[in-house]
């Protein structure tokens, strides 16, 4: 009885994505929502939700059986509340992990037996470190139709002592990520509470159809490179409805670093971010600085940070290669923020002394509208490369209310574009009359 009970239960919760407000757009049909088959509980396969037993063996086995089961419409893993323990695990295909109110997933903090893989191709390397890196905590590869959800239980990753062991210079490989799908497609993840990330949160690479929505994500704002959601080399993700605070970007698109991304030349493509709000100690709104597959058609809008370092920030570097081409962002507030807007070309190191320095990137075709700030310290600067200077670039509607004594005026240089209704003004290089074509037509 209990389990059919359940089963009315989640039958009712998956006959659809939660709704936005009504009248906003929304991205969530990309992926719909599955009704699954069948329904397993964890404690089906010898779980114990009380917060000490090691609980890996249990959720491998539930994994195990739902991919040797194949069933035609999928199967659900109920995760019921409960503190469940466990070490690094994978999903499988048609899968959907549910994790109950009250349930939270826990990493175990012994890292001696973490499982190590390969470094990813457009990377070349570990990000932090040398050689392999590893595996995140959840962790996925060629899958199709995957979701994780729930009734915001909570995925904490126990992140302080992977930190500590970044300040103590003490790693031998790259941190795990909190949840890292590969080469998958299909992939919502919604409704879920993302705790202490040892690295980024939730980080999609080389995918494909992937909504994110409606989660929160939290980190102490000194944990080093929590980023939230890093779409990576993915075509067509959406981002929408969720509540960051960590202690890196909240949102940061990237697409593989030097060499080795523009060997793999995987672009990332067809990015929306949509009703973002958010704080941390460095960008709202990111793309780069890995760039080096090239980053193209994303829309960024109605986006709320606050007490962060920089609100919006479009990073890349000499020797990455890549493009940057066609991003809107429109609609963003921003409160307390160090600076409004940062365009850059010489951020971010380089994966070895491979790179080639003369392998500039392109960035070209930059909207930037509808952007109120207050508590602003400095409103922003935007400086390309001498020899591939930054092109069409339009700040339009943009005003910041300056808290200095003295206004901080816009630095640039190596840029062409226009800006309208800008306030403090913005520099000459986007005000001068034969630049200004780009952002007129785009009126």
Same mark, same amino acid.
């Given at each position: 009885?209990?389990?059919?009970?359940?089963?009315?239960?989640?039958?009712?919760?998956?006959?659809?994505?939660?709704?936005?407000?009504?009248?906003?757009?929304?991205?969530?049909?990309?992926?719909?929502?599955?009704?699954?088959?069948?329904?397993?509980?964890?404690?089906?396969?010898?779980?114990?939700?009380?917060?000490?037993?090691?609980?890996?063996?249990?959720?491998?086995?539930?994994?195990?059986?739902?991919?040797?089961?194949?069933?035609?419409?999928?199967?659900?893993?109920?995760?019921?509340?409960?503190?469940?323990?466990?070490?690094?695990?994978?999903?499988?295909?048609?899968?959907?992990?549910?994790?109950?109110?009250?349930?939270?997933?826990?990493?175990?903090?012994?890292?001696?037996?973490?499982?190590?893989?390969?470094?990813?191709?457009?990377?070349?390397?570990?990000?932090?470190?040398?050689?392999?890196?590893?595996?995140?905590?959840?962790?996925?590869?060629?899958?199709?139709?995957?979701?994780?959800?729930?009734?915001?239980?909570?995925?904490?990753?126990?992140?302080?002592?992977?930190?500590?062991?970044?300040?103590?210079?003490?790693?031998?490989?790259?941190?795990? =990520?909190?949840?890292?799908?590969?080469?998958?497609?299909? *992939?919502? /993840? &919604?409704? !879920?509470?993302?705790? @202490?990330?040892?690295?980024?949160?939730?980080?999609?690479?080389?995918?494909?159809?992937?909504?994110?929505?409606?989660?929160?994500?939290?980190?102490?704002?000194?944990?080093?490179?929590?980023?939230?959601?890093?779409?990576?080399?993915?075509?067509?993700?959406?981002?929408?409805?969720?509540?960051?605070?960590?202690?890196?970007?909240?949102?940061?698109?990237?697409?593989?670093?030097?060499?080795?991304?523009?060997?793999?030349?995987?672009?990332?493509?067809?990015?929306?971010?949509?009703?973002?709000?958010?704080?941390?100690?460095?960008?709202?709104?990111?793309?780069?600085?890995?760039?080096?597959?090239?980053?193209?058609?994303?829309?960024?809008?109605?986006?709320?940070?606050?007490?962060?370092?920089?609100?919006?920030?479009?990073?890349? =570097?000499?020797?990455?290669?890549?493009?940057?081409?066609? *991003?809107? /962002? &429109?609609? !963003?507030?921003?409160? @307390?923020?160090?600076?409004?807007?940062?365009?850059?070309?010489?951020?971010?190191?380089?994966?070895?002394?491979?790179?080639?320095?003369?392998?500039?990137?392109?960035?070209?075709?930059?909207?930037?509208?509808?952007?109120?700030?207050?508590?602003?310290?400095?409103?922003?600067?935007?400086?390309?490369?001498?020899?591939?200077?930054?092109?069409?670039?339009?700040?339009?509607?943009?005003?910041?209310?300056?808290?200095?004594?003295?206004?901080?005026?816009?630095?640039?240089?190596?840029?062409?574009?226009?800006?309208?209704?800008?306030?403090?003004?913005?520099?000459?290089?986007?005000?001068?009359?034969?630049?200004?074509?780009?952002?007129?037509?785009?009126?």
């Amino acid at each position: 009885m209990v389990r059919l009970l359940l089963a009315i239960l989640l039958a009712l919760f998956q006959g659809g994505a939660i709704a936005a407000a009504e009248g906003e757009e929304t991205c969530s049909g990309i992926v719909p929502m599955k009704k699954r088959d069948e329904v397993l509980l964890i404690t089906d396969f010898g779980g114990v939700g009380d917060g000490r037993t090691l609980n890996t063996e249990a959720f491998m086995s539930a994994v195990d059986w739902i991919e040797q089961r194949n069933a035609p419409g999928g199967t659900l893993l109920y995760i019921p509340a409960g503190v469940w323990l466990t070490g690094a695990f994978n999903l499988t295909s048609r899968m959907t992990l549910f994790l109950a109110k009250g349930a939270v997933i826990k990493a175990t903090q012994d890292t001696s037996s973490w499982p190590l893989i390969d470094p990813l191709p457009s990377y070349g390397r570990g990000r932090e470190l040398p050689g392999g890196r590893y595996m995140s905590f959840i962790h996925g590869n060629r899958l199709q139709d995957v979701i994780i959800t729930g009734e915001n239980g909570t995925i904490d990753g126990q992140g302080d002592l992977w930190w500590n062991m970044w300040r103590q210079r003490t790693l031998r490989f790259t941190r795990p =990520n909190l949840v890292e799908l590969m080469h998958s497609t299909d *992939i919502i /993840i &919604s409704n !879920v509470v993302f705790l @202490n990330s040892p690295f980024w949160n939730i980080h999609p690479v080389y995918c494909s159809n992937v909504v994110v929505r409606n989660v929160t994500i939290l980190a102490p704002h000194d944990s080093p490179n929590t980023d939230g959601v890093d779409p990576d080399s993915s075509l067509n993700v959406c981002i929408e409805d969720c509540y960051i605070s960590t202690g890196d970007d909240l949102v940061a698109i990237k697409s593989g670093w030097d060499e080795y991304g523009m060997a793999y030349a995987r672009q990332s493509s067809g990015i929306t971010v949509r009703r973002i709000t958010g704080s941390g100690p460095f960008a709202g709104f990111a793309i780069g600085s890995e760039t080096s597959g090239g980053i193209t058609n994303v829309l960024a809008e109605k986006l709320n940070i606050f007490n962060a370092g920089i609100g919006i920030h479009i990073k890349t =570097n000499s020797g990455r290669g890549g493009f940057i081409r066609n *991003i809107t /962002i &429109s609609d !963003v507030n921003l409160s @307390n923020v160090r600076k409004g807007l940062r365009i850059a070309g010489n951020v971010g190191g380089h994966p070895d002394d491979h790179y080639n320095p003369n392998a500039l990137p392109v960035v070209d075709g930059l909207m930037i509208k509808n952007v109120w700030g207050v508590g602003i310290q400095q409103p922003g600067s935007i400086q390309g490369i001498k020899n591939s200077p930054f092109m069409q670039i339009c700040l339009l509607n943009v005003k910041l209310d300056v808290v200095a004594t003295r206004v901080v005026p816009w630095v640039c240089a190596d840029v062409s574009g226009g800006a309208l209704e800008v306030q403090p003004a913005a520099c000459s290089e986007l005000t001068s009359t034969n630049s200004m074509n780009f952002c007129t037509t785009a009126l």
